[in-house]
């Protein structure tokens, strides 16, 4: 089980915000570990420590790569973990904002009651566009695996694969401002999504919403488990109202 995440309250001494980091590490636990108890004090220090007007999701952005910069010094050539970040912050008119953030093919998906938004992307070695921007960075794709190695094109880790091969730690990030109409969060690694499509989960999370969401996180992994996942599963549910 190479899974963790974070969950951090109030988060960088900002009352009502909350830091959510799901991770799935391939190749061991050094990077996994690392990045669950490191990740969040890195953007942390990007937050408080940016220009003034600075967006979260500049420091986020920067939190990753200067906590992916530390693996490579941990020694993480042949280890790494996919991420996906999570910060909620209230805005200035009152509404909540999130700022997500993720490299892999862990994901990130908003609950609505109308339809699942996802905010995330799936950083995949079958994906053409992954697939260009590795190549035209020197690296190569062989049997949908960068370097004939590893299936995700972005990761913490796997410095193995850095210099020359097309492999990133650079997120995709996007702002959302939350509506009425918005219900959840949902963050989960890539053994869920592998049986269960943003629509099936969507179906699920609602479904069950009179219950907490640690026990929405268990519905969606037993869920998971019964349609034929054979790998590790790990959700995150955050309740918006």
Same mark, same amino acid.
């Given at each position: 089980m190479e899974?963790?995440?974070?969950?951090?309250?109030d988060f960088a001494d900002r009352r009502g915000s909350l830091y959510c980091g799901l991770y799935d590490g391939h190749g061991g636990r050094l990077a996994v570990d690392f990045v669950a108890k490191n990740l969040h004090g890195s953007i942390e220090r990007e937050l408080r420590s940016g220009p003034a007007g600075d967006a979260p999701l500049e420091a986020m952005r920067r939190g990753f790569l200067?906590?992916?910069?530390q693996?490579?010094?941990?020694g993480a050539m042949q280890v790494g973990t996919t991420v996906a970040v999570c910060l909620c *912050?209230?805005?200035? #008119? /009152?509404?909540l904002e999130l700022h997500a953030a993720n490299a892999g093919d862990s994901r990130i998906v908003l609950i609505s009651e109308h339809a699942p938004t996802r905010?995330?992307?799936?950083?995949?070695?079958?994906?053409?566009?992954?697939?260009?921007?590795?190549?035209?960075?020197?690296?190569r794709v062989v049997?949908?695996?960068v370097g004939s190695v590893l299936a995700v094109t972005r990761a913490l880790g796997d410095h193995a *694969?850095?210099?020359? #091969? /097309?492999?990133?730690?650079?997120?995709?990030?996007?702002?959302?401002?939350?509506?009425?109409?918005?219900?959840f969060v949902l963050l989960a690694s890539d053994g869920l999504?592998?049986?269960l499509s943003d629509g099936d989960a969507h179906r699920i999370v609602l479904q069950h919403a009179h219950l907490a969401p640690s026990e929405i996180a268990a519905k969606l992994v037993q869920a998971a488990l019964d349609g034929g996942t054979r790998d590790n599963v790990s959700a995150l549910v955050l309740r918006l109202r």
């Open positions: 899974d963790d995440y974070t969950v951090v309250e200067k906590c992916d910069r693996l490579l010094q941990c *912050l209230p805005g200035p #008119s /009152g509404q905010l995330s992307v799936d950083h995949v070695a079958t994906d053409p566009v992954e697939v260009r921007r590795v190549q035209e960075l020197g690296g049997n949908q695996r *694969l850095k210099s020359g #091969s /097309g492999l990133t730690a650079d997120p995709h990030c996007v702002a959302h401002t939350c509506g009425v109409a918005d219900r999504w592998d049986v």
